[in-house]
């Protein structure tokens, strides 16, 4: 199974960047995708996820009216398009695929100067 999340970069205050995560080895369809992030010297925290099936979504408090989280079964892909940036938003940003487990791709870093 891997997990390649892609997107990052450097972005100004009030920009956008959109991430990917991108899967093989699994049935991608069936499994939620989650994305997390941790800011330099702090813990992982959750940002968005996408469910199986109906692809309903959630979103952190900090990123809600933001961030807009979105999947392409077909692709294996989730989308994180990330509007409105701020500088707390730098962080290194994974995505998991979830389900009886789950599975962690390598981060992509965003930094977002002010």
């Known amino acids: 199974v891997q997990l390649q999340a892609s997107g990052g970069g450097l972005a100004q205050a009030g920009g956008s960047l959109r991430l990917s995560c991108t899967a093989s080895?699994?049935?991608?369809?069936?499994?939620?995708i989650v994305w997390h992030r941790q800011a330099p010297g702090k813990g992982r925290e959750f940002a968005a996820s996408i469910s199986a099936g109906s692809g309903h979504a959630n979103y952190a408090d900090s990123v809600k009216g933001r961030f807009t989280i979105s999947r392409e079964n077909a692709k294996n892909t989730v989308f994180l398009q990330m509007n409105t940036l701020r500088p707390e938003d730098t962080a290194v940003y994974y995505c998991g695929a979830t389900a009886s487990r789950t599975y962690w791709g390598q981060g992509t870093l965003v930094t977002v100067s002010s």
């Open positions: 080895g699994i049935t991608f369809s069936n499994y939620a």
